[in-house]
Nanobody, 128 residues
Framework: QVQLVESGGGSVQAGGSLRLFCAAS????????MGWFRQAPGKEREGVAA???????SYSDSVKGRFTISQDNAKNTLYLQMYSLKPEDTAMYYC??????????????????????WGQGTQVTVSS
């Protein structure tokens, strides 16, 4: 059973930076691709960034150029480095894993419904 635990959230002022962590267990990295999502109060959960097992990455337009997704396979850890944070980035941030079924599926074009495992989330609050 894959388990995902996020950390690194907090409160920052606009223009600040944060680095989110997602520790994975029960997981063989080559069998999964990973994504970061966020959900603000009253809004739907939206995709932020994804990384496929070949290392390719994708980003939503709202964070492109400001956020970077990466992973350390040796540590089974997914990261989201966030720069130039804006108040509209305030949300609960979740990491998620999708079974690639031996490379047939990708995260770059996956909706949230196609991910198999989710963490509990970590809160990011950006003040103006």
């Amino acid at each position: 059973q894959v388990q995902l635990v996020e950390s690194g959230g907090g409160s920052v002022q606009a223009g600040g930076s944060l680095r989110l962590f997602c520790a994975a267990s029960g997981y063989t990295y080559s069998n999964y691709c990973m994504g970061w999502f966020r959900q603000a109060p009253g809004k739907e959960r939206e995709g932020v960034a994804a990384i496929d097992s070949d290392g390719s990455t994708s980003y939503s337009d709202s964070v492109k150029g400001r956020f970077t997704i990466s992973q350390d396979n040796a540590k089974n850890t997914l990261y989201l480095q966030m720069y130039s944070l804006k108040p509209e980035d305030t949300a609960m941030y979740y990491c998620a894993a999708r079974d690639t079924a031996g490379g047939r599926y990708y995260c770059r074009d996956a909706s949230r419904y196609e991910y198999n495992y989710w963490g509990q989330g970590t809160q990011v609050t950006v003040s103006s």
